[in-house]
């Protein structure tokens, strides 16, 4: 799948090369993601504050459905029945699958600065929220759950003997082990991608700064292999973006230690 500032999204067929419209938007997309709902949905998040719905079954140019937003789309995750949408604004839209035209609640999240990803829980029931700011936010859908939510601070390097004593980075992705549950990833703008216990509220591994920020990550399905862009993420504005920066995607080949649970001490 192919999003880009014409306001349209492709999807390519990897034995041929071929690349197919399937959705379209009146400014550009910002975020798609496929579910095996009616045959294959594709859901597309635009700057024109809206979500649509795409059948990839029957290719069309008008969507199945489509969901007005507060703001801007920024960031957009599915899993099981639950779409959380972040928008500009830090506005959190909340969707359930069986009623994807209607806003099941809406939210501000509970981060001050400016969102940057959103990632569901496996279980459906809650996600994570990262922002510019080097924080992220575990957050329970339903208010009964409320209790359990809490956020914490990640990204940072200490600056010892300074006035100012810390740089702040973006967290650019969250990512959940899809076999371990309650283990997920983030990574940012300092190059570095940690691996974390959500329900243990603890890092599990800290891992070698790559040469570059890190743009965009995900484990495989079975949780074996995790893959990492490093890429320049325009954290600096277009002053960053120097001649030579580093482009490429790496791969860590996942050890069970690092994503297992570790036992209560």
């Not at 504050?49 to 199945?64: E, H, L, Q, R």
């Not at 009623?99 to 496996?122: D, E, H, V």
């Not at 006035?163 to 940012?188: I, M, W």
Request: glycine letters at 8%.
């Amino acid at each position: 799948m192919r999003l880009g500032m014409d306001n349209s999204a492709r999807m390519f067929d990897i034995r041929t090369g071929a690349a197919e419209q399937v959705a379209a938007h009146a400014l550009p997309i910002k975020s798609v993601k496929w579910v095996d709902i009616a045959g294959g949905m594709l859901i597309t998040g635009s700057w024109d504050k809206t979500v649509k719905y795409w059948s990839t079954s029957t290719i069309s140019p008008n969507p199945m459905g489509s969901l007005d937003l507060p703001e801007r789309v920024y960031a957009m995750d599915v899993s099981q029945q639950l779409l959380v949408i972040a928008t500009a604004e830090r506005h959190i839209c909340i969707v359930h699958l069986q009623q994807p035209s209607i806003i099941y609640k809406k939210t501000i999240s509970p981060l001050k600065w400016q969102t940057r990803t959103i990632a569901c829980f496996p279980e459906g029931d809650g996600y994570a929220v990262g922002s510019i700011e080097g924080r992220v936010a575990m957050q329970w859908v339903e208010d009964k759950d409320q209790a359990k939510s809490y956020s914490f601070k990640c990204h940072r390097k200490d600056l010892p003997n300074t006035r100012d004593g810390t740089n702040v980075y973006s967290v650019n992705t969250v990512n959940f082990h899809l076999q371990q549950g309650s283990t997920f990833s983030t990574s940012g703008s300092d190059g570095n991608f940690c691996f974390w216990d959500r329900d243990q509220r603890m890092r599990l591994k800290t891992f070698d700064t790559a040469p570059g920020p890190i743009a965009c990550t995900a484990f495989n399905r079975s949780g074996t292999m995790f893959a990492y862009a490093v890429s320049y993420d325009w954290s600096k504005g277009y002053a960053g973006m120097t001649p030579g920066h580093v482009n490429k995607v790496m791969f860590h080949m996942v050890k069970e230690d690092e994503v297992k649970r570790k036992p209560k001490k």
